[in-house]
T-cell receptor, first 112, second 112 residues
Framework: DGGITQSPKYLFRKEGQNVTLSCEQN?????MYWYRQDPGQGLRLIYY???????QKGDIAEGYSVSREKKESFPLTVTSAQKNPTAFYLCASRGQGDQPQHFGDGTRLSIL | RKEVEQDPGPFNVPEGATVAFNCTYSNSASQSFFWYRQDCRKEPKLLMSVYSSGNEDGRFTAQLNRASQYISLLIRDSKLSDSATYLCVVGGFSGGYNKLIFGAGTRLAVHP
């Protein structure tokens, strides 16, 4: 089935540790996105990529990094500089033109 | 002013009620409009696109008023399973990129 796969579903980070969240899509979409959602809050855009080897900072990029070496993959690294990483992280992709976004089922990150 | 604004609710309604959500957006050049549904601790899922002429999908009707920069979602004959957060989403070009902007969502609770 076509879709977006995020892994792991749950992740725990120790202090000072970098962790990487995986996002893979087989929808042949050019654009991919990472959002953060805190309890009871809306989505906040961390990074987005319109095409391979290109990405842009969103509204809350500090403490995060991404890469886009392949069309299918857009991993997000939560660095030790992100002091409050506990949140629900959502990856999305979008086809060309005015198409809607499709979301993966998310990764919940907590601090140990 | 937020780019996409929604009444956060919650809207508490009995089964069978009709409920309407409103959404306003600030970018007059916006080109695409959607309603998403998000269940607790899950990813957002596309409910329906919103077209200029208005559109209906079963019990759900979406309307767009470009002059007033206003979108609405009407749910008729509410079911318990309609309980969720409804996200208004607006797309258009910003900073040279085609982006979707998510509202913070309106919570709906349908009770017996």
């Amino acid at each position: 089935d076509g879709g977006i796969t995020q892994s792991p579903k749950y992740l725990f980070r120790k202090e000072g540790q970098n962790v990487t969240l995986s996002c893979e899509q087989n929808l042949n979409h050019d654009a991919m996105y990472w959002y953060r959602q805190d309890p009871g809050q809306g989505l906040r855009l961390i990074y987005y990529s319109q095409i391979v080897n290109d990405f842009q900072k969103g509204d809350i990029a500090e403490g995060y990094s991404v890469s886009r070496e392949k069309k299918e993959s857009f991993p997000l690294t939560v660095t030790s500089a992100q002091k409050n990483p506990t949140a629900f992280y959502l990856c999305a992709s979008r086809g060309q033109g005015d198409q809607p976004q499709h979301f993966g089922d998310g990764t919940r990150l907590s601090i140990l | 002013r937020k780019e996409v604004e929604q009444d956060p609710g919650p809207f508490n309604v009995p089964e069978g009620a009709t409920v309407a959500f409103n959404c306003t957006y600030s970018n007059s050049a916006s080109q695409s409009f959607f309603w998403y549904r998000q269940d607790c601790r899950k990813e957002p899922k596309l409910l329906m696109s919103v077209y200029s002429s208005g559109n209906e999908d079963g019990r759900f009707t979406a309307q767009l008023n470009r002059a007033s920069q206003y979108i609405s979602l009407l749910i008729r004959d509410s079911k318990l399973s309609d309980s969720a957060t409804y996200l208004c989403v607006v797309g258009g070009f910003s900073g040279g990129y085609n982006k979707l902007i998510f509202g913070a969502g309106t919570r709906l609770a349908v009770h017996p």
